[in-house]
Structures are given as structure tokens and as C-alpha cells.
């Protein structure tokens, strides 16, 4: 028993490789077992685990559904082995498997099965960085990385990641490792955001070449005999420029979400509006780095320090501020805070009327442009301002608009639809007004809370109206882009107005999304499509909606693994949100994990308030599972419920085909054809009409609709 006690446990450092088989816990008990024994066979062949195992060098712990493999004789050997694995992996492509190395001390100890084991700082870590890593990818520590990068075999392929989040609130810096026969190149879903950096692969290069120089001077002073340098390992700050810090660019900015200090719960959208509607107008000048809407409305609540919003969002300026309305007496509190050092550059009071709300936002945009130095051309200057209506009271009920968009529910769409009216009642000319109520009505189609025809035409009316008002609106160009592919099906106009948007504001994640989403993954372009929604995601890391419809984008594409992984954790961002429930449960199913998807599909409708869209995939799932019965009271319930609301066929349809009932199926897709049914744009990519592809009738209906197969 001694063996394993404190006093007798001594820390040695280990070179750590860990790995595992993205998605196994979805996979069959059968193919389990598959799975792991050709992944043991491959691991066992490799040249490094043979020549580290005969030394006994190398100890071997499983963990499930992988392992970790603990070399004691040289840093290059997890690498090299990794390398070797990878090689061999091509020959078997079912097995998605990842990989994160690290170097760290560990303690040897005895397990309650009386057998070697590990623990300490060396294997957590090691696992922590895989953890962040998708299928392919092999990734490194830094502190691993700075060991490789003096040496000419390793140095081109480190690629620079920056931090990413990992549990209890730590982060891990990463180094993407790959060549051109191995390895994943993309850069990793969980370290999508601006926090863990953007730099291009030539930047990064040139770092790492820095990097190695340091090094490699380091070495040399070792080789004069400054043995101390060996004793006291220096800080990666001291060995090169802090990427981090590198990274933040002097002319970036987070606005926070205002606080509402009114006693008033009704004045929130005030506090809200403002700060997204200085967000909106700084991102209108593309000379400033500007985080968007939902990364930085996460602080929402919150008493943080700017410092730290500095740090988890490389800025160099946060802006705060509170919100009092009394009456028609407007109060607006902000102040401009350095994050680097907390100190503030610029503060300001507006005691203004209510009706000076839009004079009020010009005026902070315009002082935090001066206060960062921004020289702008009249054209920025203009773009500043140009976007707001010159109505006070049409801007207030354009916030309130916004304010409940994005609650995202039947009732908030709707209520959004009566302020947007309200506001371009009182200016017809503000086409921001316009494109929210273009937003509204796609809303209520996109998730079958309103019938096609009542909604989308009304939508393309006011996408048009915005445009004819200002056609540099590039929320407007991806509106109309929206509506000419769900109901006109006009493809190539659609595409075109897409890429115009982009082209305006490329920054614009909505836009990346619905060309995603929608556009690349409906025609069948799903690569590109996962690589654009991608670029969203990046754009808006913090996202509910675009962590969710980048789960959905890897659903389309049929990598059900990682859209289960990716959905996972965007229901650990936020448990309530229906969408990201919906999406898993449609990735379980196409795994044939029933009871996941059943368990999934019943949160969503519990928490949609009974969407008929999530009730139909509830269905389909029991009837896949042979639950007929189920299955078929959701059928009655769905019909119950189209007489008082608007439920799509298309939706239906899917039920009675896993039912078997072809027939119903078709005349249920003929009635979807007629009201240009949302959804039905995914023929051809929705997995649920499989078994009916080859028919006749659905080709013919896939040819109606401009797809093509």
C-alpha cells in the first residue's frame, strides 16, 4: 500500500499523447467494439509505441473510447507517434479519430485494481487539448510546440490556434499540427472565435519562425555553459512576443450591453438598443475591429472587469454605459476604458429628452471614433449616421422591434412585426425599419409559425422597399437573397444577392449563415457550405444561433458525429434553447440512438411551447423507432392542430414516410409544392425522404422546385 501513499509519490515529467474516436458514444455496441480493436491494432504497429514499450518507456492507459499513451524517454516520441497513427488511419477512414499532446509532471500511482496508473498536470492537460480538437486533428500545447519549434523538421507544420475555453472556465493555448498527408488543416469548431485569433497561416509562420530563432539563441547560451538557464525555464513571454498581446489590434472596441437603471422593466429595450445600435454603426467602418452583438451581450448582468473583457476578447477598448428613462427624460451614462490597464480614456453624461435618443447614439459613436484616433473619410463619417432614422420616435420603436426579434418566439416575432409597423407609419424612409420587418416575416416562416404565403411575399415587399431606399443595406441584400430562394426558388438572383451582401459587410454573420444554411447546403455544395458557416461562427462565437446552425450544416453534410458534438455544446451554452435540442435530436436519429432522439425532441417541443415543426420530428423519430402507435397520435395531434394554426405539410410528410405511407406522403409534398413550404428546399440533403428519392414523383418535385439531383 505504500507504493501509491504521498509521501512515497515523486513527480517526473511525461510526454503525453492522447486520443479518441470522435462520436463513439453514438455508435452501435457492435461497431464499438469494431472500432476499438483496429484502433488498438494501429496503435500497437506503430514503430514509436513498440521501440518506448520494449525500453519500458511507455505506459498504456485506456479510456473508453481511446487512450493515453505516457512516454518517459523523449519529447519528439507523442509526435512521432501521432504521425505514425495518423499514416495508418487512411486505411480506415470509419475511425474519426483526434489527438492532443502535451509534456507535464506527473505521479506514478496504483489504481484500485492494483495497477500502474497516472495523474497530475501532464495527463489533464493533454486530454484538455484534445478535447478542443475535431476529427483529424492532431494538436499541440504550446508548451510543447516551443519545444518542436527550434528544429527544422517540426517548424512548418505548427500552426498558431491562440487560447480556447475548456472546463471550469480554464483556457489551453493550442498548436495545430499538420502536413500535407496529415492532419486536420481547419481550424478547430471550439476555437472559432475571435478570442482564440485570426491570423492568416503567413503570420502565424512568421511567429513560429520567431519563435525558433529565440530558441535556437536560447540553446546557444546553454551551450556556453549558463546552466542556470536549465534550472529556471523562462516564461513564454520571455522566449517571444506574447501572441496574445501581438494579436490585439489598437483600433478594436466591445461595446457592452447599458445597463437599464431604470425602475422601468419596460425600458430594457432602450438599454439594449443603444448599445446595438452603436455596435451596428461602428461596424459600418471597417478600419475598426467591432465584437459582435451576441459575443458581446454575454456580459449581459454581469459586473466584469473591462481587463477581462480585454483579455477573452483581444480588444483594446471596452465601452459600458447605463440607461435611465424617466418619463421623456433620457439619461445615458458611458465610459471608454482602456483593457489593457483599466484606466479610462473618456467618460460622459447625456441628461438629453427621450426625443434626442438618435442624437444621443451619433454623439458617443462620434466621440469614441475621435477618442481611438480614427481618421474617416465624409464617406465614414456619413456611414456613421446615415443609418438612423431622422425620427425620433420611428428609431424608438425600431429598438423595440429588435428588442423582441430576438427573444425568437411566436409571440416576440409578432410583437416585433406591430413596432416595426409603428416606426415606418411614422417614417416611411428608414430602411432599417424596413429590413427588420423583412426579418420578422421570414422568422415566422422559417420556424412554421405562419403559412408561406401570408408571410414571405410581405417579406420580399419590405426586403425590396429597404433596398429601393438604400442599396448599400447589406442586411437588406441578405433578406431578399432569403426570400428568392425559400418561395420564388430563384436560384441564381438568390446566390447573387447573398455575395452582394458579403461583399458590403463582411462581417455580417447572418449573412454567412443563410448562404450556409440555406443556399450552399440545399444545392448540395456541403463542403463549402460547412466552410462558410464556419466563417459566422467565427464572426459570432458566442452565438446560440450560430453554434446551433453550425451543428445543422454538419447534419446536412452527414457528419452526424460532429454535429452531435457541436449541438452538445451549444446546449451547455444555454439547456433552454429548442433550436439546438431540435438539431440533435435529428443528428441521434440518423445515428439510430432512438431513444437520444426521442428524449431531445421532447425538449424541444416543451420548450417551443409545442412548435408543430419540432412535434413533427418527434413523430418521425417513434415511428422510426417502431413506435407506431406514438407516432400516429402525433399525426392526430398535428391535424388537430392545423385547424387553428398554420402546420406545414412538409413536416407531416416526413411521418407518414417513416410510417410507410408513401401515398399520403406524396399528396402531403404536392399540397407543400402549392404554398412553397419553407423546408422544402432541402430535398435533396433532408436524410428523412431517403427511402423515396428514387420515385418518380420526387424526382419530378426536386426538378419543379430548380434542384437538381
Not at 105 to 111: E, F, I, K
Not at 671 to 697: C, G, I, M, Q
Request: aromatic share 8%; proline share 4%; hydrophobic share 40%.
Amino acid at each position: 500500500m505504500s507504493s501509491d501513499s504521498p509521501s512515497d509519490s515523486k513527480l517526473e515529467i511525461a510526454h503525453v499523447l492522447a486520443m479518441d474516436v470522435v462520436g463513439y458514444s453514438t455508435l452501435l455496441i457492435n461497431k464499438q467494439s469494431r472500432v476499438l480493436a483496429d484502433l488498438n491494432r494501429i496503435v500497437r504497429e506503430a514503430a514509436r509505441f513498440r521501440e518506448a514499450d520494449a525500453q519500458g518507456k511507455l505506459l498504456r492507459l485506456p479510456t473508453g473510447d481511446g487512450m493515453a499513451l505516457v512516454f518517459f524517454n523523449h519529447p519528439e516520441a507523442p509526435i512521432e507517434c501521432a504521425m505514425e497513427i495518423a499514416a495508418a488511419m487512411k486505411s480506415s477512414p470509419e475511425i474519426r479519430l483526434r489527438m492532443g499532446i502535451h509534456s507535464g509532471p506527473v505521479n506514478r500511482v496504483v489504481d484500485v485494481n492494483d495497477r500502474s496508473n497516472i495523474a497530475g498536470a501532464g495527463i489533464d492537460i493533454a486530454q484538455r487539448v484534445m478535447d478542443c480538437g475535431d476529427a483529424g486533428h492532431i494538436l499541440l500545447s504550446k508548451r510543447v510546440a516551443e519545444d518542436l519549434a527550434p528544429l527544422p523538421r517540426w517548424n512548418p507544420h505548427l500552426h498558431e490556434l491562440g487560447e480556447c475555453d475548456v472546463k471550469h472556465g480554464r483556457k489551453v493555448s493550442l498548436v495545430n499540427f499538420y502536413t500535407a498527408e496529415i492532419g486536420n488543416p481547419a481550424r478547430p469548431i471550439k476555437c472559432a472565435s475571435g478570442a482564440a485569433g485570426r491570423s492568416t497561416s503567413g503570420a502565424s509562420n512568421l511567429r513560429w519562425q520567431k519563435s525558433a530563432l529565440i530558441a535556437a539563441a536560447a540553446l546557444f547560451v546553454i551551450a556556453l555553459g549558463l546552466a542556470t538557464f536549465v534550472l529556471s525555464r523562462p516564461k513564454v513571454s520571455q522566449l517571444w512576443t506574447n501572441p496574445s498581446a501581438a494579436r490585439v489590434n489598437s483600433q478594436s472596441i466591445a461595446v457592452l450591453p447599458f445597463e437599464n437603471a431604470s425602475t422601468d422593466p419596460n425600458t430594457e429595450y432602450l438599454s439594449e438598443g443603444i448599445s446595438e445600435a452603436l455596435i451596428n454603426s461602428l461596424t459600418e467602418l471597417q478600419q475598426l475591429r467591432v465584437i459582435a452583438r451576441s459575443t458581446a451581450f454575454q456580459y449581459k448582468g454581469k459586473d466584469v472587469d473591462p481587463r477581462r473583457v480585454g483579455r477573452e476578447l483581444q480588444v483594446a477598448v471596452v465601452l459600458t454605459g447605463k440607461v435611465r428613462q424617466m418619463q421623456d427624460a433620457l439619461s445615458v451614462q458611458v465610459d471608454l476604458v482602456d483593457a489593457s490597464t483599466g484606466a479610462q480614456l473618456w467618460g460622459s453624461v447625456y441628461d438629453r429628452k427621450i426625443a434626442d435618443l438618435v442624437a444621443v447614439k451619433q454623439a458617443i459613436a462620434q466621440e469614441v471614433t475621435a477618442k481611438l484616433k480614427l481618421k474617416l473619410s465624409s464617406e465614414e463619417q456619413h456611414r456613421l449616421i446615415k443609418r438612423d432614422s431622422i425620427n425620433p420616435e420611428a428609431y424608438q420603436f425600431y429598438l423595440r422591434g429588435r428588442y423582441f426579434w430576438n427573444k425568437r418566439t411566436p409571440d416576440g416575432i409578432k410583437q416585433a412585426i406591430e413596432q416595426f409597423q409603428q416606426g415606418i407609419e411614422r417614417d416611411p424612409n428608414f430602411a432599417l425599419g424596413h429590413v427588420g420587418l423583412a426579418d420578422s416575416y421570414i422568422g415566422l416562416t422559417f420556424y412554421d409559425f405562419a403559412a408561406p404565403h401570408e408571410t414571405m411575399p410581405k417579406a420580399k415587399e419590405s426586403a425590396i422597399k429597404a433596398l429601393a431606399l438604400d442599396n448599400t443595406v447589406a442586411e437588406a441584400h441578405a433578406s431578399l437573397a432569403h426570400v428568392l430562394m425559400n418561395y420564388d426558388w430563384n436560384w441564381s438572383e438568390a446566390e447573387k444577392e447573398f455575395k452582394r451582401s458579403i461583399e458590403l459587410k463582411p462581417d455580417y454573420a447572418t449573412a454567412h449563415q443563410w448562404y450556409a444554411i440555406h443556399f450552399l447546403t440545399a444545392t448540395g455544395r456541403l463542403e463549402e457550405a460547412v466552410q462558410e458557416m464556419k466563417k459566422a461562427l467565427e464572426l459570432e462565437p458566442a452565438s446560440l444561433v450560430m453554434n446551433t446552425f453550425m451543428g445543422a450544416t454538419l447534419y446536412y453534410a452527414g457528419r452526424y458525429d460532429e454535429a452531435i458534438d457541436q449541438c452538445r455544446r451549444t446546449i451547455e451554452m444555454d439547456p433552454n434553447f429548442a433550436v439546438a435540442h431540435w438539431h440533435l435530436g435529428l443528428a441521434y436519429e440518423q445515428e439510430q440512438v432512438f431513444d437520444a432522439a426521442i428524449e431531445e425532441f421532447q425538449k424541444a417541443v416543451s420548450l417551443s411551447g409545442g412548435s408543430p415543426l419540432m412535434k413533427a420530428a418527434l413523430g418521425h423519430a417513434y415511428a422510426k423507432s417502431q413506435k407506431k402507435h406514438e407516432a400516429n397520435k402525433i399525426l392526430d395531434e398535428l391535424n388537430e392542430l392545423s385547424k387553428q394554426q398554420y402546420v406545414s405539410p412538409y413536416e407531416v410528410a416526413t411521418i407518414c414516410v417513416a410510417l410507410g405511407n408513401d401515398e399520403e406522403a406524396f399528396q402531403l409534398l404536392g399540397k407543400a409544392y402549392t404554398e412553397h413550404s419553407f423546408h422544402l428546399v432541402y430535398l435533396n440533403v433532408w436524410p428523412e425522404f431517403k427511402s423515396v428519392s428514387s420515385d418518380s414523383r420526387f424526382q419530378g418535385l426536386v426538378q419543379r422546385v430548380g434542384l437538381s439531383r
